[in-house]
C-alpha cells in the first residue's frame, strides 16, 4: 500500500525553526519527484519546495528561498523540509506528495503529483 506520513509540524514562535518529516511506505521515494505543500484557510494549495528524483535537483519557493531547505535520506526512505527563521505568514497545512508522472526533475504545481500525505499543521505565532 503506497503511503505518505507527514509529521514535525507545531506551534512555533517567529523566528523559530521546525523540521518536518515525509515519510513513505509501499514505494521508493528516491524514484520519484517530491514536492512539499501548504495550504493556508481561505488559500490555493501552494509549492513550497520540491526534490528531483535523478540528480536531486532542488527548487524553491521565492517566499522560502533562503529559509527552507528540503533534503531526501534514502537509506529512511524520507524526505525533509528544514524550515528556519519562521514567519507568520508561513503558518499552514503542509503536505508532501509524490509524482509517480514525472520523471526526473519537479514542479512546483501541484498537479503532477499522484500520492499524497494527510499533511502536518504548522503554526507560526508569538
Known amino acids: 500500500q503506497v503511503q505518505l506520513v507527514e509529521s514535525g509540524g507545531g506551534l512555533v514562535q517567529p523566528g523559530g525553526s521546525l523540521r518536518l518529516s515525509c515519510a513513505a511506505s509501499?514505494?521508493?521515494?528516491?524514484?520519484?519527484?517530491i514536492g512539499w505543500f501548504r495550504q493556508a484557510p481561505g488559500k490555493e494549495r501552494e509549492g513550497v519546495s520540491c526534490?528531483?528524483?535523478?540528480?536531486?535537483?532542488?527548487y524553491y519557493a521565492d517566499s522560502v528561498k533562503g529559509h527552507f531547505t528540503i533534503s531526501r535520506d534514502n537509506a529512511k526512505n524520507t524526505v525533509y523540509l528544514q524550515m528556519n527563521n519562521l514567519k507568520p505568514e508561513d503558518t499552514a497545512v503542509y503536505y508532501c506528495?509524490?509524482?509517480?508522472?514525472?520523471?526526473?526533475?519537479?514542479?512546483?504545481?501541484?498537479?503532477?503529483?499522484?500520492?499524497w500525505g494527510q499533511g502536518t499543521q504548522v503554526t507560526v505565532s508569538s
Open positions: 526534490i528531483g528524483s535523478r540528480d536531486g535537483s532542488t
Open positions: 509501499g514505494f521508493t521515494l528516491a524514484h520519484y519527484p
Open positions: 506528495a509524490a509524482a509517480k508522472g514525472l520523471v526526473g526533475l519537479c514542479v512546483l504545481s501541484p498537479s503532477p503529483y499522484t500520492y
